[in-house]
């Protein structure tokens, strides 16, 4: 299937701080998803994108699609410790009927 | 509106076991998605139901199977249990798929 590589795999930082994650695909998509996990829990919709270069907000998380449309980026400003968790990129396949996923960012946030 | 109910939360079965996961979509949703997670592999995508019809099928072997009923509830069945089926296995359910998943809690199964 569709190989979505994110990156870093994890980030340990102070509350406070701004943080930047990508992914990206050795091919085409469309539309750009970003979901967060809580441990325990399933994956939760943050950010939805659907077109080349358009930035979108959602608080202090801001997601961006690439020109290329190969790659994405989420950044979020001054963390606080709720925002611990692991951070997904996602994609659509060619027939919309299935979403690849990224290998995922560990975030962990000390306070 | 409730989100999307997976049950059972927790689960623990013996080799060569099978077992039944359920799914109960957001109302009104008529896509059901399966995925399974695990530390090693992330989201791996096991099937997609669309009003009772399997649309797309990830690659995994045919010990798991799914299905959907016609009020969109969705299980899948896992056969012959191995130890590496032991997993996170998530449902998501969805009107427009280009508009994202909404995902259950995941039922978290553990074979021995």
Known sequence: GQQLNQSPQSMFIQEGEDVSMNCTSSSIFNTWLWYKQDPGEGPVLLIALYKAGELTSNGRLTAQFGITRKDSF?????????????????????????FYFGTGTSLTVIP | KAGVTQTPRYLIKTRGQQVTLSCSPISGHRSVSWYQQTPGQGLQFLFEYFSETQR?????????????????????????????????????????????????????????
Do not use: H, W
């Open chain 1, 74 to 98: 989420l950044n979020i400003s001054a963390s606080i410790p709720s925002d611990v968790g692991i951070y997904f990129c996602a994609g659509p396949s060619n027939t919309g009927n299935q």
């Open chain 2, 56 to 112: 797309n099928k990830g690659n995994f072997p045919g010990r798991f199977s799914g299905r959907q009923f016609s009020n969109s509830r969705s299980e899948m069945n896992v056969s012959t249990l191995e130890l590496g089926d032991s997993a996170l296995y998530l449902c998501a359910s969805s009107t427009l798929q280009a508009n994202g998943y909404t995902f259950g809690s995941g039922t978290r199964l553990t074979v021995v």
